[in-house]
């Protein structure tokens, strides 16, 4: 009971604070206003149909990004030959943030859901290589020799040996890479996509109440509904990976 | 005399063209024999045992398994390893049953056959009871007897082992010495036994353990001599105080003190 009161101490300050400040001024949102706000765009279901579109987006632009990005790391971390043929590209594309290939990349796909899928791909893509490079390289050397004295195939050591291993290691891309591909995605869909209403996604409901309606409630409504999205999001991937990985304490 | 299980044949090991690790070791390990190979650090026991279990080759002479040359590594050569090389990811089952479901030993066992291996192995090493366990939930201790077990569930006609004991405590050292004396054997006849090569830098444990006691010299390694220790199996408790024993490991001893000495000072 009382950890629970300290927990919620800084949250409500918080509010309080905020209702205190801006209560001297008509057009700064209020934690009323925005409360008001947020229960209209739920009831009319524009708030969780926008967050639906964003995140059906990020989930396949995540899932290509660890289909190219987990091989290409096990690759990359298993055969210098590779890495040392790719590595200079990966480290040259690496730093060029997805906002900057958005150019581009609605030239190519247009400006619907394949363009905002594209670049989530793109931001999540380096950090689940980086991370499973990394994970097949720290592999434990001892390993690999003991699977090999007990005379398994180069298939089963890399099933049973290789990528146990590196699970961890690769969990861990994911999970950061999740979670850029999450910001990716409102700022991706800030740009593309210019169609009204919910099926811009939220990122485009940001825009449009910033550039027509000009609602800041229902900004902020938005603000914290893709706060709230990024927590769980990353909460559900740590408890997914503690069941999957019991061994590794990460 | 039989023919021998292993030979080594002026084997060397040189390292970066330059560093000589090992300098023409010829050895022959008898069938069934428990062999020890001590010497002072950088003598290149590790270095001998990796290419024994065909893990690295060698740079010159040759090697002989059952006469056929060792090309590289192979399930009837079974490797123990310094730091156990347990799979973290695999529970005490998980790891013992490892070389019987994946690798070429399990292969003719049914799973019935297999599980019951599996069991009787673990209750050999006492670690029954611990079937579920993760190695990071385990002592020291019961990781060297989880990888005693995976090592011993293949069944493997010649067991390589470096260092298996170095990283345990004074007491849980003598408890296991026991342990593998009885596992590998001692209290059978000969010709049941497998063939054990064993590295060791404690000259106590070689001469507790071993039938022959390989001495090696350093920088480079080279065979210096082969003491047979020809005390009485099954061996335990009273050998250790016996004068036998203490004359043996001092006679090794006065063989590799001037160099342990000079390692120990440089």
Same mark, same amino acid.
């Given at each position: 009971?009382?950890?629970?009161?300290?927990?919620?101490?800084?949250?409500?300050?918080?509010?309080?604070?905020?209702?205190?400040?801006?209560?001297?001024?008509?057009?700064?949102?209020?934690?009323?206003?925005?409360?008001?706000?947020?229960?209209?765009?739920?009831?009319?279901?524009?708030?969780?149909?926008?967050?639906?579109?964003?995140?059906?987006?990020?989930?396949?632009?995540?899932?290509?990004?660890?289909?190219?990005?987990?091989?290409?790391?096990?690759?990359?971390?298993?055969?210098?030959?590779?890495?040392?043929?790719?590595?200079?590209?990966?480290?040259?594309?690496?730093?060029?943030?997805?906002?900057?290939?958005?150019?581009?990349?609605?030239?190519?796909?247009?400006?619907?859901?394949?363009?905002?899928?594209?670049?989530?791909?793109?931001?999540?893509?380096?950090?689940?290589?980086?991370?499973?490079?990394?994970?097949?390289?720290?592999?434990?050397?001892?390993?690999?020799?003991?699977?090999?004295?007990?005379?398994?195939?180069?298939?089963?050591?890399?099933?049973?040996?290789?990528?146990?291993?590196?699970?961890?290691?690769?969990?861990?891309?994911?999970?950061?890479?999740?979670?850029?591909?999450?910001?990716?995605?409102?700022?991706?869909?800030?740009?593309?996509?210019?169609?009204?209403?919910?099926?811009?996604?939220?990122?485009?409901?940001?825009?449009?109440?910033?550039?027509?309606?000009?609602?800041?409630?229902?900004?902020?409504?938005?603000?914290?509904?893709?706060?709230?999205?990024?927590?769980?999001?990353?909460?559900?991937?740590?408890?997914?990976?503690?069941?999957?990985?019991?061994?590794?304490?990460? | 005399?039989?023919?021998?299980?292993?030979?080594?044949?002026?084997?060397?090991?040189?390292?970066?063209?330059?560093?000589? @690790?090992?300098?023409?070791?010829?050895?022959?390990?008898?069938?069934? &024999? $428990?062999?020890?190979?001590? =010497? %002072?650090? #950088?003598? /290149?026991?590790?270095?001998?045992?990796?290419?024994?279990?065909?893990?690295?080759?060698?740079?010159?002479?040759?090697?002989?398994?059952?006469?056929?040359?060792?090309?590289?590594?192979?399930?009837?050569?079974?490797?123990?390893?310094?730091?156990? @090389?347990?799979?973290?990811?695999?529970?005490?089952?998980?790891?013992? &049953? $490892?070389?019987?479901?994946? =690798? %070429?030993? #399990?292969? /003719?066992?049914?799973?019935?056959?297999?599980?019951?291996?599996?069991?009787?192995?673990?209750?050999?090493?006492?670690?029954?009871?611990?079937?579920?366990?993760?190695?990071?939930?385990?002592?020291?201790?019961?990781?060297?007897?989880?990888?005693? @077990?995976?090592?011993?569930?293949?069944?493997?006609?010649?067991?390589?082992?470096?260092?298996?004991?170095?990283?345990?405590?004074?007491?849980?050292?003598?408890?296991?010495?026991?342990?593998?004396?009885?596992?590998?054997?001692?209290?059978?006849?000969?010709?049941?036994?497998?063939?054990?090569?064993?590295?060791?830098?404690?000259?106590?444990?070689?001469?507790?353990?071993?039938?022959?006691?390989?001495?090696?010299?350093?920088?480079?390694?080279?065979?210096?001599?082969?003491?047979?220790?020809?005390?009485?199996?099954?061996?335990?408790?009273?050998?250790?105080?016996?004068?036998?024993?203490?004359?043996?490991?001092?006679?090794?001893?006065?063989?590799?003190?001037?160099?342990?000495?000079?390692?120990?000072?440089?």
């Amino acid at each position: 009971m009382k950890r629970v009161a300290l927990r919620l101490l800084v949250p409500v300050l918080l509010l309080v604070g905020w209702q205190l400040l801006a209560s001297g001024s008509v057009q700064a949102p209020r934690p009323s206003t925005v409360l008001e706000a947020a229960i209209a765009m739920v009831r009319t279901g524009d708030l969780l149909s926008g967050l639906a579109t964003s995140l059906g987006r990020v989930f396949a632009g995540f899932a290509i990004a660890a289909c190219l990005a987990v091989p290409l790391g096990i690759a990359m971390g298993s055969m210098p030959t590779v890495e040392r043929n790719l590595d200079p590209l990966v480290e040259t594309f690496r730093p060029i943030a997805a906002l900057a290939i958005l150019p581009l990349v609605i030239l190519w796909l247009g400006s619907g859901s394949g363009a905002a899928v594209a670049i989530v791909a793109y931001a999540a893509f380096f950090p689940i290589l980086i991370n499973a490079i990394a994970g097949v390289k720290r592999i434990e050397p001892s390993l690999m020799r003991a699977a090999l004295t007990m005379g398994l195939t180069p298939l089963t050591r890399m099933r049973v040996v290789l990528l146990p291993a590196a699970l961890p290691s690769i969990l861990v891309g994911m999970r950061i890479g999740l979670g850029i591909a999450w910001t990716a995605i409102i700022a991706a869909e800030l740009a593309v996509g210019a169609k009204s209403g919910s099926s811009g996604g939220i990122g485009q409901m940001m825009f449009v109440f910033y550039a027509y309606s000009i609602d800041l409630n229902g900004m902020v409504v938005c603000m914290i509904a893709v706060g709230i999205v990024a927590f769980t999001l990353d909460r559900a991937l740590r408890w997914a990976l503690a069941i999957t990985v019991p061994w590794s304490r990460i | 005399m039989s023919t021998p299980k292993i030979r080594l044949d002026a084997v060397s090991k040189f390292f970066g063209g330059s560093v000589v @690790a090992v300098e023409k070791l010829s050895l022959d390990i008898r069938d069934g &024999e $428990f062999l020890a190979i001590v =010497g %002072p650090s #950088g003598c /290149g026991k590790t270095t001998v045992l990796n290419m024994l279990a065909g893990l690295e080759p060698a740079t010159s002479g040759t090697m002989m398994l059952n006469g056929k040359p060792i090309e590289g590594p192979g399930a009837e050569r079974g490797v123990m390893f310094q730091d156990y @090389a347990l799979f973290p990811w695999r529970t005490v089952r998980g790891n013992v &049953e $490892f070389g019987l479901v994946y =690798g %070429p030993a #399990g292969q /003719g066992l049914s799973p019935a056959e297999r599980t019951e291996r599996v069991e009787r192995t673990i209750e050999m090493v006492g670690l029954t009871g611990s079937q579920e366990k993760y190695p990071h939930q385990l002592s020291g201790g019961m990781r060297q007897r989880v990888a005693l @077990a995976r090592l011993m569930a293949n069944e493997p006609e010649i067991l390589l082992m470096d260092e298996p004991l170095a990283a345990l405590d004074a007491q849980t050292r003598v408890i296991l010495q026991d342990e593998l004396l009885r596992i590998w054997g001692q209290d059978r006849p000969a010709p049941e036994r497998r063939t054990v090569v064993f590295i060791t830098h404690a000259i106590d444990e070689a001469v507790f353990l071993a039938d022959r006691v390989a001495v090696l010299s350093s920088h480079p390694g080279r065979l210096k001599q082969i003491v047979d220790i020809n005390l009485p199996r099954p061996r335990g408790d009273a050998t250790r105080r016996s004068g036998e024993f203490a004359r043996l490991c001092q006679s090794i001893w006065e063989l590799i003190r001037e160099e342990a000495y000079r390692a120990t000072m440089n």
